[in-house]
């Protein structure tokens, strides 16, 4: 395997995994990606461009599509519309890219008879209790709750289809909240994180009791590599790291490691429907293809994502204020 497609390269664990293949690998890969206002090119800086190559186009291009795939060993499939919030605001482009997306380049791969992996997440499953012993497995049955989570629960059942039906080379990750370098401020962390930077208080959904499961972003690409390079065709991985922590936890977090007082955030307008708690059990992935993470510790992840964020103000602050006032104009 030595041309890799990433889709979704320009976003946050697009880019990620971008860099993690160049540090860790001898492949080559093509970015495809259309630079939404997600997409951002920065994130790719510094890469050599003799492995590196960027394309700048749609995934619902079927034309564009066919003839990249036709030149590549492998697509990685991380390209979405990837904002809850969003989803609920105006759904459209999340039917177009998550679904259409998703299907073009299915119909590439098994022309093509490509080697496919398809990036999701664990949202699929719908939500859990606080209390619920149990954790999603590879046969929770999908339950989504937001046009988001919807709109990928129905992309991976067509990657399901078209192995089944057609034979194609596929698998599928499932994957918990991430975090670090190069993500969006719109997201829960980078949004905090920037707010204390710029002097603002955090803001807080509701309550704050609700559950989300962190891994970074850089242990999310090796699992992905490894169920690339040693993942059984037909399969479906979940990702995860034992990372499970209130929204309150992590605002709290987050103050105390920037300087301030731990209650000094505000609670804003919950979010419809919002999630109650996402968990992994990824004890297939560990034990059949022996991963484990490397960022163990919340708190040493949390205070490396706080210094990338101080340290590269340039590359985030030209989406700040445009992010903050969507927010305001919805009470959050
Ligand atoms: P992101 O929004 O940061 O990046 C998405 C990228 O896709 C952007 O660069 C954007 O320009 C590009 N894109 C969007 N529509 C496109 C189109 N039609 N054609 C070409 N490019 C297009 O998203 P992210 O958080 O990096 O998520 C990446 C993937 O990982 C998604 O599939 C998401 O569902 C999945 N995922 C995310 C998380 C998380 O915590 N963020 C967790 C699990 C799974
Ligand atoms: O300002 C905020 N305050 C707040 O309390 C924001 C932006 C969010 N929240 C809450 C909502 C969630 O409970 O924080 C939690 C995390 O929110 P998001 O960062 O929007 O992530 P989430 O909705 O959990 O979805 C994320 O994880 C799964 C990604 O955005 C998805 O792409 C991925 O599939």
Not at 91 to 99: A, E, K, S
Not at 189 to 195: H, L, V
Not at 242 to 257: C, Q, T, Y
Not at 292 to 300: A, I, L, M, Q, Y
């Amino acid at each position: 395997m030595t041309a890799l497609l990433v889709t979704g390269g320009a976003g946050f664990i697009g880019s990620n995994f971008v860099h993690h293949v160049i540090e860790h690998t001898e492949h080559h890969v093509t970015v495809l990606d259309s630079l939404t206002y997600a997409g951002n090119l920065a994130s790719l800086a510094g890469l050599p461009e003799s492995r590196v190559s960027f394309v700048h186009g749609d995934i619902t291009n079927a034309p564009l599509v066919d003839s990249l795939v036709a030149e590549t060993d492998a697509v990685i499939h991380y390209a979405a519309e990837s904002h809850n919030d969003n989803s609920l605001d105006n759904p459209r482009p999340f039917l177009d890219t998550n679904i259409i997306g998703t299907y073009t380049l299915l119909e590439a791969v098994r022309r093509h008879e490509t080697r496919y992996h398809h990036i999701s997440t664990d949202e699929v499953y719908g939500d859990l209790e606080l209390d619920d012993p149990e954790r999603f497995t590879e046969s929770t049955p999908y339950n989504p709750s937001s046009p988001y989570s919807s709109t990928k629960a129905g992309s991976d059942l067509l990657v399901r289809a078209w192995a089944r039906s057609f034979g194609v080379r596929a698998t599928i990750s499932n994957c918990s909240n991430n975090y670090g370098p190069y993500q969006h401020v719109e997201k829960f962390i980078p949004r905090q994180i920037t707010n204390v930077l710029d002097g603002v208080r955090p803001k807080l959904y509701g309550a704050g009791l609700n559950v989300r499961d962190w891994i970074h972003a850089e242990d999310h690409s090796s699992a992905v590599l490894s169920i690339l390079e040693r993942g059984s065709i037909g399969e479906t991985y979940l990702i995860g790291a034992d990372g499970e922590k209130s929204n309150l936890d992590v605002v709290r977090l987050i103050l105390r490691l920037t300087g301030n007082p731990e209650d000094d955030f505000e609670h804003v307008t919950d979010r419809p429907g919002h999630d109650l708690r996402y968990a992994i059990d990824s004890t297939k992935l560990r034990t059949e293809l022996g991963w484990s993470p490397s960022f163990g510790d919340f708190e040493t992840g949390i205070a490396h994502t706080i210094d990338w964020y101080r340290n590269n103000r340039s590359w985030w602050s030209p989406a700040k204020a445009a992010t903050e006032s969507f927010y305001a104009a919805r009470g959050h």
